[in-house]
């Protein structure tokens, strides 16, 4: 029973296609190839899926709490709420933001999100696509898997990562194998994507929210 993770990466996407132990990492250029991936019944992605209209979601408030004790918490970027998707640039995005959601603003590394945030919320169509669900790396690594203290890019963070996905996968297999050009990082975060991902399609994943869907339907959560 295959499963995806998926993380943004320069404007596509690092896939990693999950099947028991063996993994393989994939350049994805879009969302349509990312949910156009065959035999794969779950798909994890690292990007917010269900968005509020007018405030901050439950579950990035849950989650940055869970990571507090971490030291991560900063990880988690508040989703920006619904009417950002139309916004042309940052200060659109500000503007139309304040007046949602009394006065809360997407900062510019959000605001980044948005394009991507958008071209998924459009491919999930109506009804959404249940099979594809989102998740958190940090949450993956530091709440799931565990030994992972230092932030990722570091020798420490890295040798952490490893040492946490060997256990589950073959994961130095999938990074010798990998596709020209991808980061060790986005690949590693893919692979923690993609447990999180095997882990819902077992029944066995955690997760956090409140239960409540947003506008279209979407449920307002993050799984691991």
Known sequence: MAVLGVDGWRGAWVGARLDGRTVQLLALPDVAAVLALPDVT?????MPIG???DGVRACDVAARQLLRST???SSVFPAPVRAVL????????????????GGRAPSAQTFMLAAAIRDLDDALGEPPVDRVVEVHPKLAFRCG?????????TARGTVQRLRALRAVMDVEDAL????AGVPAVDALD??????????????????????TTD???????ICW
């Open 42 to 46: 779950v798909i994890g992605i690292d």
């Open 51 to 53: 968005l509020s209209e």
């Open 71 to 73: 030291g991560a918490a």
């Open 86 to 101: 139309a916004a042309a640039d940052h200060a659109e995005a500000r503007a139309l933001s304040r007046a949602a959601a």
């Open 145 to 153: 898997l565990g030994g992972v203290t230092d932030r990722k890019g």
């Open 176 to 179: 010798a194998d990998a596709p």
């Open 190 to 211: 893919a692979c923690a994507a993609a447990w999180s991902a095997q882990r819902l399609a077992a029944g066995t994943a955690d997760r956090v929210g409140d239960g």
């Open 215 to 221: 506008s279209r339907g979407r449920p307002m959560r």
